[in-house]
């Protein structure tokens, strides 16, 4: 039956984690397919051809394994590829968005920073929502090489981490904002130092929430969703060595038992 099928979630690499763990949350029955393209990450610096050209490889894996729908768990990819995307197959895709929607609604005195990676942030889907969302605010993005290198190694914790948020959000804190997106989904996984150099007056927000709700709209739509009291399993690929990502996986998901296949895409 269609709705026993798995969902697919797929990213540059480990970072779609953090999207993935929302999802799980709103829907425990469902089986979870997680493909890291972690051979090819980052995509924040490569040519937009070359980031169509994975997801369109990805997503041929992901439907072969059955998935009922596609999750872009990535910024980049979505701004890239969401529309390509949904043109080839004739299934639900759910792409997501840097959070700026929600960050206006928060902002207390109209000052927003964004961080996410450059493509993202010269994307058009970017400037549309700046445009769409974006009246009587100032919003201040930010590009921050490195951070997705730093969560894909398991460093989101070191001292390098630290000192490369502080390079990324002093210009951001000297215009006084007061709200801050978090517009890659390796970013919320650096939550915790980022929520600490900022102070607890200032709002960090991200995108996994809201994409993980949309997922259950999507699904609950074309009646694909599973009706069962069993617990999903989850299933991770990666196109990198297992042996280096599975131990990060096992990190950011909090499951030692993880194990991580390498598919060769």
């Known amino acids: 039956m269609p709705f026993e099928k798995p969902v697919g979630i797929f990213d540059s690499g480990v970072g779609g984690l953090s999207v993935m763990r929302e999802v799980r949350r709103l829907l425990p029955a469902e089986d979870l397919v997680y493909f890291a393209d972690s ?7 490569k040519q937009p051809g070359v980031i169509l050209a994975r997801a369109f490889a990805i997503s041929e894996f992901l439907v072969a394994r059955g998935a009922k729908l596609l999750v872009i768990a990535s910024n980049t990819t979505s701004i890239v590829a969401l529309d390509a995307l949904r043109q080839r197959y004739n299934l639900p895709i759910v792409g997501i968005e840097p959070a700026v ?6 902002t207390r005195n109209g000052r ?7 493509v993202t942030l010269a ?3 970017f400037n549309s929502l700046v445009e769409r969302f974006g009246n009587g605010v100032e919003i201040y993005p930010q590009a921050c090489p490195g951070l997705v290198e730093l969560v894909e190694s398991g460093g989101f914790n070191k001292p390098e981490a630290e000192s490369l948020l502080k390079t990324y959000l002093t210009p951001l804190l000297a215009r006084d904002i007061d709200t801050i997106v978090l517009g890659c989904t390796h970013y919320p996984f650096l939550r915790p130092v980022i929520e600490r150099l900022v102070g607890k007056n200032i709002s960090v927000i991200d995108s996994g929430r809201a994409v993980s709700q949309q997922v259950v709209r999507v699904l609950e739509k074309h009646g694909l969703l ?6 999903g399993k989850e299933y991770f690929f990666t196109s990198s060595e297992p042996g280096v990502v599975e131990p990060v996986v096992r990190l950011l998901w909090g499951d030692p038992g993880v194990v991580v296949e390498q598919a060769e895409i």
Do not use: E, N, Q, S
């Not at 051979?39 to 610096?45: I, S």
């Not at 927003?112 to 450059?118: D, E, F, H, M, N």
């Open 39 to 45: 051979a090819h990450c980052p995509y924040g610096l």
């Open 101 to 106: 929607k929600p960050a206006v609604a928060a």
């Open 112 to 118: 927003i920073g964004v961080l996410a990676t450059g």
């Open 226 to 231: 599973r009706h069962t009291t069993l617990k």
């Open 123 to 125: 994307g058009d889907r």
